[in-house]
């Protein structure tokens, strides 16, 4: 039973570029998170996809968007990336609102 | 202040030792309380589960939740190094919605 994929694992983009992270839940999953975590500190909630939806947003700018396919897989978009987006991107996956929340091992994002 | 507290150590043991790790929160509306490790460079894998008051035992590990304090512990008994790890605790008001994370404990138990 494969868990939560996610990919890349490692990139580095430039100041003001875009980036696009990729998510695959775990199997009979629906629900897909995104966390940012930035070193040395515990994961912050960026927003959660249900039957394609936003359902709820953290404290991140419009710059963070996202995406759920029909297949629950999921996209993170960062936009006009600066300097303190350097973090790493965690995906997590769980069955609606009944289960635990499972995450993916991530993807480290360097903005230099 | 954080929604969460988390002392971020690093907190280190002899091996065979008792881990003892603690989060506070300010938040009444959290019910559901987990525990997370995380290795180096690794995401964060599910230990613990607990929902409201009470204690859950697994293993060598215990979790313990006081609402009523607003605290929550994790023992680890027995540790080992391979116990050598972040330990993150996160709550949630409602199960599967989003967490709110502590700034994690860094434990090392030496051999």
């Known amino acids: 039973d494969a868990g939560v994929t996610q990919s890349p694992t490692h990139l580095i983009k430039t100041r003001g570029q875009q980036v696009t992270l990729r998510c695959s839940p775990k199997s009979g999953h629906d629900t897909v998170s995104w966390y940012q975590q930035a070193l040395g500190q515990g994961p912050q909630f960026i927003f959660q996809?249900?039957?394609?939806?936003?359902?709820q947003r953290g404290n991140f700018p419009d710059r963070f968007s996202g995406h759920q396919f029909p297949n629950y897989s999921s996209e993170l978009n960062v936009n006009a990336l600066l300097l303190g987006d350097s973090a790493l991107y965690l995906c997590a996956s769980s069955l609606s609102s009944r289960d635990t929340i499972y995450f993916g091992e991530g993807s480290w994002l360097t903005v230099v | 202040q954080k929604e969460v507290e988390q002392d971020p150590g690093p907190l280190s043991v002899p091996e065979g030792a008792i881990v003892s790790l603690n989060c506070t929160y300010s938040n009444s509306a959290f019910q559901y309380f987990m525990w997370y490790r995380q290795y180096s460079r690794k995401g964060p894998e599910l230990l613990m589960y607990t929902y409201s008051s009470g204690n859950k035992e697994d293993g060598r590990f215990t979790a313990q939740v006081d609402k009523s304090s607003k605290y929550i512990s994790l023992f680890i008994r027995d540790s080992q190094p391979s116990d050598s790890a972040t330990y993150l605790c996160a709550m949630d008001e409602a199960a599967g919605n989003k967490l709110t994370f502590g700034g994690g404990t860094r434990v090392l138990v030496k051999p």
């Open positions: 996809y249900y039957e394609e939806e936003e359902r």
